[in-house]
């Protein structure tokens, strides 16, 4: 066997492949991040806002503790890390070898543009002749043949549609710094990883293919990424919705869900598209309240967690629910309204007009997928979908390569992310030993002298060929500056993002003996990075050295007006340098690790994470406040698939039991816990009051969830009415019979007043446990009175099997619920019929109420913690989306049920990335805090302690001993609330003094 080699390949950069290659690259790996598309993102940058708190937070994807070796701008403009190597407009071609040492080749299709001279100042996109649909907007506006993927693509080079191109050579005639060859070639590469990760996500069906909506014939016909585009405040249209006929603000707006799934031929939910039509129409109705926006669905799956509230949200805007599948629309050739026929659920017609249709259209396996499958030799579903295996979500058929989010199986965001993190798990536990094996320490300037000298600033104004100078006098400008105080230098440069500039540079700079430098340039995200190499290598500590930006935020912004614009830049420019004249060399403070951690909760997220840190060689301490492991596992006797729960769970029991890294505690309570990430000090209380001191660098929170235990439906008023656990333990010991009828009754505890939020498990409980009963008793009659049947992604098959083997789904109104009548001798049950007018009675041998999941008594093991409970109990986590397993704490995580409900196989996809989550921290033996951290003055300190209660990030404590506060720099995120809150100024940031801040606004004014 070959030897491991500690890098991993993550093919695609969507959502899902930034988590993997992210939490790889934290953890001590060598990252390679392919993508074909020219730029990183996936669908993520075409979209404006995310459910269920219609805001962007993309940038929580960001690591928390790398922030000065990282990007720290929005993802949507820049991603750098320095273990991870981007390959955009490139293709896996060809894999050899095994699990732990694979050869991957790997094309990388030209640019026909030389990214290293590439100044993206668009001078070639104005000449280019050649226009062709534009993908970014779906087809709604053109690009040219030369263009840069989306306003702020990443790498934001230009890049040339070959099959658009006709080499008419006019972008090359006006290329400022020679970047475009036509000649230039593909390249080949070979690399060596330990492991693969597919995230290769989706791509949209074609809604065309279904005629009957007249998708590219009807011009009001959009689908939902063509109204996100409209809605965006960056689109073509400014964050209007127009309608493209005759760009007026709709009146009447539809939805249409399932376009391309739930069909015979597609038979899977999207998962994600329910939420995406709800944030739409939410987006619609606060920016236009008077337009009628109508959804038609077959059953609204707002699953997730806060999902069901954000729908609850969107009909308390006024947005109409018809729950129908639209049959055909027709279009009036002069209005060009759209007219919509569908059933109702009575069996009346529908015939309605609109200005507006949206189609929901699925999500497909991408065209890659296939492809890429075959040259991996993985195996794909009968929908072309990487197969997982089993109850492990990212596995695939092969080992040492694994799939995350839409890759293996529709998506949304939370769960790709979450699925990201469990594959990171993956690769990181199969190359634990290899370790930082291709990981190079970054070194950076010290020039501690900088602190003592008198200040030295050189200056550099780069001219961008004529994008700047059109507009500023840089010759003028250069002339201010020379006489401010503490230059050395002040020099201009026709484009200073070129090699060969940069080189001179570092030369002038060490020539003039400058210790501040400050460049007027462009837009900072990428040359960002390219200066900040420059500035080591010339010795300027990081903090020392500064880059504003006069093209785009001076130049391209005031072309009409160039007096005005020279004296902005002046001013800019005596502000900046009174900033950076008087700007102190920022330190970061090393901290120690403790590289243990410790997990709460012994069910099977507890046994998972703390299995996934031991195999990664993290000694962990697993407290169980009960005498038993498994949790509410220990009684899932089945579930949707082949798997056999109980033989994983002891097999998983006897891992645990078996790990020398893992010492577990039972009837043992965690009572005290202090200190930080990468530092804390926990008290643990076991039976007998006996308690333990630990010490860890992280803790996971995974303490699981109570079963709801009904007070509805006159639950053990009779032996008759049970709950779907209990029709479980019958079906497994044979002790059913042969009922003649059995109802089940979905929703009990969930999606109401008191649990507004959907427990994800009842709908999948209730389908199998229904296929039990058809398998046992073929001729007993199933009825499952629900409101929506939530089987989402390829639980839906189960869903048509159900139907398919004569189980009956009759529909019911939260505000009608069933009526049930037990006696001794029978139960009946009434509910409204879908379809004729009045009761529908059905008499029963057997009621099943499908039970909610609630939380269990959180809050003092969250208060020992300083953690938050969201609004139902369940323990809050950062961001919905993009940080689904971090808490406000860092260094804490959450996983499983404490966090929301979850099916099994959720539970144990989500501990491992919880896990992974822990490893980025425990795998270093040190933690550097940020460069901007706050810091206290001890001589105004009143001790009042205000500091420490505004604090979100719990970085302040007050020491008794020296009557002041105290700052815990690995924890404090430089978010000003205490600088703000103090009374007396004893609160600062470091790099922002009053002294250095009053004189950058003096210099402005």
């Known amino acids: 066997m070959a030897d491991k080699v500690g890098a991993v390949l993550v093919v695609g950069a969507g959502v899902g492949g930034l988590r993997a290659a992210l939490d790889l690259a934290e953890s001590g790996f060598r990252t390679y991040l392919v993508d074909s598309s020219p730029g990183i993102g996936g669908t993520v940058p075409q979209l404006d806002k995310w459910f269920p708190d219609n805001g962007c937070e993309l940038c929580k994807l960001l690591p928390v503790f790398s922030r000065d070796g990282c990007s720290q701008f929005c993802l949507r403009r820049d991603m750098a890390h320095p273990n991870i190597g981007l390959l955009p407009n490139s293709q896996v071609q060809e894999v050899s070898g095994e699990a732990g040492n694979f050869e991957v080749t790997i094309n990388s299709v030209s640019r026909w543009v030389k990214t290293e001279r590439c100044t993206g100042c668009g001078l070639c996109a104005e000449v280019c002749p050649v226009e062709v649909p534009d993908e970014y907007n779906d087809g709604l506006q053109m690009r040219k043949a030369i263009y840069v993927r989306s306003p702020q693509a990443i790498p934001n080079f230009y890049c040339i549609d070959r099959d658009a191109c006709t080499k008419c050579s006019k972008c090359i005639e006006v290329c400022p710094t020679n970047a475009i060859d036509l000649d230039l070639p593909d390249e080949t590469q070979k690399v060596a990883v330990g492991a693969i990760i597919v995230s290769s996500g989706f791509q949209e069906f074609d809604a065309a293919k279904m005629g009957q909506y007249g998708f590219?014939?009807?011009?009001?016909?959009?689908?939902?990424?063509?109204?996100?585009?409209?809605?965006?405040?960056?689109?073509?249209?400014?964050?209007?919705?127009?309608?493209?006929?005759?760009?007026?603000?709709?009146?009447?707006?539809?939805?249409?869900?399932?376009?391309?799934?739930?069909?015979?031929?597609?038979?899977?939910?999207?998962?994600?598209?329910?939420?995406?039509?709800?944030?739409?129409?939410?987006?619609?109705?606060?920016?236009?309240?008077?337009?009628?926006?109508?959804?038609?669905?077959?059953?609204?799956?707002?699953?997730?967690?806060?999902?069901?509230?954000?729908?609850?949200?969107?009909?308390?805007?006024?947005?109409?629910?018809?729950h129908s599948r639209v049959s055909v629309i027709r279009e009036n050739p002069k209005t060009k309204d759209l007219l919509l026929l569908a059933r109702a659920e009575d069996g009346t017609d529908i015939r309605s007009e609109y200005d507006?249709?949206?189609?929901?259209?699925?999500?497909?396996?991408?065209?890659?997928?296939?492809?890429?499958?075959?040259?991996?030799?993985?195996?794909?579903?009968?929908?072309?979908?990487?197969?997982?295996?089993?109850?492990?979500?990212?596995?695939?058929?092969?080992?040492?390569?694994?799939?995350?989010?839409?890759?293996?199986?529709?998506?949304?965001?939370?769960?790709?992310?979450?699925?990201?993190?469990?594959?990171?798990?993956?690769?990181?536990?199969?190359?634990?030993?290899?370790?930082?094996?291709?990981?190079?320490?970054?070194?950076?300037?010290?020039?501690?002298?900088?602190?003592?000298?008198?200040?030295?600033?050189?200056?550099?104004?780069?001219?961008?060929?004529?994008?700047?100078?059109?507009?500023?006098?840089?010759?003028?400008?250069?002339?201010?500056?020379?006489?401010?105080?503490?230059?050395?230098?002040?020099?201009?440069?026709?484009?200073?993002?070129?090699?060969?500039?940069?080189?001179?540079?570092?030369?002038?700079?060490?020539?003039?003996?400058?210790?501040?430098?400050?460049?007027?340039?462009?837009?900072?995200?990428?040359?960002?990075?390219?200066?900040?190499?420059?500035?080591?290598?010339?010795?300027?500590?990081?903090?020392?050295?500064?880059?504003?930006?006069?093209?785009?935020?001076?130049?391209?912004?005031?072309?009409?007006?160039?007096?005005?614009?020279?004296?902005?830049?002046?001013?800019?420019?005596?502000?900046?340098?009174?900033?950076?004249?008087?700007?102190?060399?920022?330190?970061?403070?090393?901290?120690?690790?403790?590289?243990?951690?410790?997990?709460?909760?012994?069910?099977?997220?507890?046994?998972?994470?703390?299995?996934?840190?031991?195999?990664?060689g993290f000694e962990t301490y697993l407290v169980e406040k009960s005498a038993k492991t498994d949790g509410h596992a220990a009684e899932v006797q089945y579930s949707l698939g082949s798997e056999d729960p109980q033989a994983f769970i002891n097999n998983l029991r006897e891992k645990v039991k078996n790990s020398s890294q893992i010492h577990l505690y039972s009837e043992t309570d965690v009572v005290e816990v202090k200190g930080r990430s990468g530092n804390f000090s926990s008290t643990l209380k076991a039976a007998g009051n006996t308690t333990t001191e630990i010490t860890h660098g992280a803790i996971i929170v995974a303490t699981g969830a109570e079963e709801y235990v009904p007070t509805e439906y006159q639950y053990r008023q009779s032996d008759k009415i049970i709950t779907q656990k209990e029709l479980q333990q019958l079906l497994v010991k044979d002790n059913l019979g042969k009922p003649s009828t059995v109802v089940m009754i979905q929703c009990v505890g969930s999606r109401d007043e008191e649990h507004p939020y959907c427990n994800r498990t009842c709908c999948s409980d209730a389908i199998i446990n229904s296929l039990k009963i058809k398998e046992q008793s073929p001729e007993t009659e199933?009825?499952?009175?629900?409101?929506?049947?939530?089987?989402?992604?390829?639980?839906?098959?189960?869903?048509?099997?159900?139907?398919?083997?004569?189980?009956?789904?009759?529909?019911?109104?939260?505000?009608?619920?069933?009526?049930?009548?037990?006696?001794?001798?029978?139960?009946?049950?009434?509910?409204?019929?879908?379809?004729?007018?009045?009761?529908?009675?059905?008499?029963?041998?057997?009621?099943?109420?499908?039970?909610?999941?609630?939380?269990?008594?959180?809050?003092?093991?969250?208060?020992?913690?300083?953690?938050?409970?969201?609004?139902?109990?369940?323990?809050?986590?950062?961001?919905?989306?993009?940080?689904?397993?971090?808490?406000?704490?860092?260094?804490?995580?959450?996983?499983?049920?404490?966090?929301?409900?979850?099916?099994?196989?959720?539970?144990?996809?989500?501990?491992?990335?919880?896990?992974?989550?822990?490893?980025?921290?425990?795998?270093?033996?040190?933690?550097?805090?940020?460069?901007?951290?706050?810091?206290?003055?001890?001589?105004?300190?009143?001790?009042?302690?205000?500091?420490?209660?505004?604090?979100?990030?719990?970085?302040?404590?007050?020491?008794?001993?020296?009557?002041?506060?105290?700052?815990?720099?690995?924890?404090?995120?430089?978010?000003g609330a205490c600088v703000a809150a103090c009374p007396n100024s004893a609160a600062k940031l470091r790099g922002y003094r009053d002294k250095q801040m009053l004189s950058t606004i003096e210099a402005v004014l």
């Open 782 to 975: 199933v009825y499952v009175l629900n409101r929506d049947v939530m089987t989402y992604a390829f639980r839906e098959e189960y869903y048509s099997k159900a139907r398919e083997a004569g189980v009956l789904f009759i529909r019911f109104n939260q505000d009608n619920p069933p009526e049930v009548n037990a006696t001794d001798k029978a139960i009946s049950v009434r509910v409204d019929d879908p379809v004729l007018p009045g009761k529908l009675e059905i008499d029963t041998d057997l009621l099943v109420l499908s039970t909610g999941i609630v939380p269990g008594d959180n809050q003092a093991l969250a208060e020992t913690l300083s953690l938050e409970l969201n609004e139902d109990g369940f323990f809050r986590e950062v961001d919905t989306k993009f940080r689904p397993v971090d808490t406000v704490i860092d260094g804490i995580f959450i996983c499983g049920r404490a966090n929301a409900p979850r099916n099994l196989d959720e539970e144990i996809v989500q501990a491992q990335a919880a896990a992974q989550r822990a490893v980025n921290i425990l795998s270093r033996k040190e933690l550097q805090s940020g460069r901007i951290v706050s810091e206290v003055n001890a001589r105004r300190c009143s001790f009042c302690g205000i500091c420490v209660t505004v604090c979100p990030f719990n970085a302040r404590w007050l020491d008794e001993d020296e009557h002041v506060a105290v700052v815990d720099e690995a924890l404090c995120q430089a978010c």
């Open 216 to 322: 590219g014939r009807y011009a009001n016909v959009l689908n939902n990424l063509q109204v996100e585009r409209l809605l965006a405040s960056g689109g073509q249209t400014a964050g209007e919705l127009l309608r493209p006929s005759d760009d007026k603000v709709p009146k009447k707006v539809a939805f249409l869900q399932c376009v391309g799934s739930r069909d015979t031929e597609r038979n899977y939910c999207s998962s994600a598209c329910c939420m995406y039509a709800l944030k739409e129409a939410i987006l619609i109705k606060e920016r236009y309240p008077d337009t009628e926006v109508t959804i038609f669905y077959m059953d609204m799956r707002a699953f997730g967690k806060g999902y069901h509230r954000y729908y609850q949200q969107a009909q308390e805007l006024g947005v109409k629910f018809v």
């Open 356 to 616: 507006l249709v949206v189609l929901a259209a699925a999500q497909c396996p991408s065209a890659r997928t296939a492809e890429l499958s075959q040259i991996l030799g993985v195996d794909v579903n009968q929908w072309g979908f990487i197969q997982n295996q089993g109850w492990w979500q990212t596995r695939t058929s092969k080992e040492g390569i694994y799939a995350c989010g839409s890759a293996a199986a529709p998506a949304d965001i939370a769960d790709s992310v979450i699925q990201a993190g469990a594959a990171a798990c993956e690769a990181a536990t199969l190359l634990a030993s290899v370790r930082g094996q291709l990981v190079e320490a970054e070194t950076e300037s010290v020039n501690s002298a900088a602190s003592d000298e008198e200040a030295k600033v050189a200056v550099f104004l780069c001219q961008c060929g004529e994008e700047i100078t059109a507009v500023v006098d840089t010759a003028q400008v250069a002339e201010f500056t020379q006489t401010l105080p503490g230059i050395t230098s002040v020099e201009e440069v026709s484009f200073l993002c070129l090699p060969e500039t940069l080189e001179e540079v570092k030369k002038s700079v060490n020539k003039s003996g400058a210790n501040r430098v400050i460049f007027a340039a462009c837009a900072p995200y990428h040359y960002h990075r390219l200066l900040g190499n420059t500035m080591r290598e010339a010795d300027i500590h990081p903090s020392c050295w500064q880059l504003v930006n006069f093209r785009e935020q001076l130049a391209w912004v005031h072309k009409d007006n160039p007096e005005q614009a020279t004296e902005k830049a002046k001013k800019i420019l005596a502000a900046t340098v009174d900033r950076v004249r008087m700007q102190e060399p920022l330190r970061t403070t090393p901290m120690p690790v403790e590289q243990q951690a410790l997990v709460i909760g012994a069910g099977i997220s507890g046994m998972v994470a703390a299995l996934s840190l031991a195999e990664q």
